[in-house]
């Protein structure tokens, strides 16, 4: 007997505008496809040169930032599709951590990014899966950040 084996779109989160898109896009696919959406939170790690208690309080401060910011995420997933997302929270650079992230969970089959739509550019992430430097060991789709929630509906 076979087991199947459902489609997981992971999504970046944090707090820019088009991570929404991202959220929905993925939201979308997944309601479509019989798969399931994970949330990656990555907060960078702190200065190892703080005093221990400085460092506690900014890591503390920190995780409860990315668990607030995961909650809002995982409650938009779950609004759009009627079930819960899978949360991850990670630490580090943003491209190390996704990485080890895809080493570690091999169901993972796609990830979901929105390139932002503002003169600082696409976005890092954006830019490493565009430019083909990212070493992403899975397909990368790349949503436009200007979409609007119609028309992510209507490609999803």
Same mark, same amino acid.
């Given at each position: 007997?076979?087991?199947?084996?459902?489609?997981?779109?992971?999504?970046? @989160?944090?707090? +820019?505008?088009?991570? &929404? @898109?991202?959220? &929905?896009?993925?939201?979308?696919?997944? #309601? =479509?496809?019989?798969?399931?959406?994970?949330?990656? =939170?990555?907060?960078?790690?702190?200065?190892?040169?703080?005093?221990?208690? @400085?460092?506690?309080?900014?890591?503390?401060?920190?995780?409860?930032?990315? #668990?607030? +910011?995961?909650?809002?995420?995982?409650?938009? @997933?779950?609004?759009? +599709?009627?079930?819960?997302?899978?949360?991850?929270?990670? #630490?580090?650079?943003?491209?190390?951590?996704?990485?080890?992230?895809?080493? !570690?969970?091999?169901?993972?089959?796609?990830?979901?990014?929105?390139?932002?739509?503002? &003169? #600082?550019?696409?976005?890092?992430?954006?830019?490493?899966?565009?430019?083909?430097?990212?070493?992403?060991?899975?397909?990368? +789709?790349?949503?436009?950040?200007?979409?609007?929630?119609?028309?992510? !509906?209507?490609?999803?």
């Amino acid at each position: 007997m076979s087991l199947i084996r459902r489609r997981k779109f992971l999504v970046v @989160v944090d707090e +820019t505008p088009e991570c &929404r @898109v991202a959220l &929905r896009f993925a939201a979308r696919r997944a #309601e =479509h496809t019989g798969g399931v959406v994970s949330l990656a =939170h990555i907060v960078p790690a702190p200065d190892t040169q703080q005093w221990a208690g @400085v460092e506690a309080l900014m890591r503390a401060e920190a995780e409860a930032e990315a #668990e607030a +910011t995961l909650y809002q995420a995982a409650k938009y @997933v779950f609004d759009i +599709t009627g079930t819960p997302a899978e949360v991850v929270m990670l #630490e580090g650079k943003k491209r190390d951590a996704l990485l080890s992230l895809l080493r !570690d969970d091999k169901a993972i089959s796609i990830l979901v990014l929105a390139s932002g739509s503002s &003169r #600082e550019g696409p976005g890092p992430l954006v830019a490493a899966a565009a430019s083909g430097a990212s070493g992403f060991p899975i397909p990368v +789709t790349i949503v436009p950040g200007s979409l609007s929630d119609k028309d992510i !509906d209507a490609l999803a």
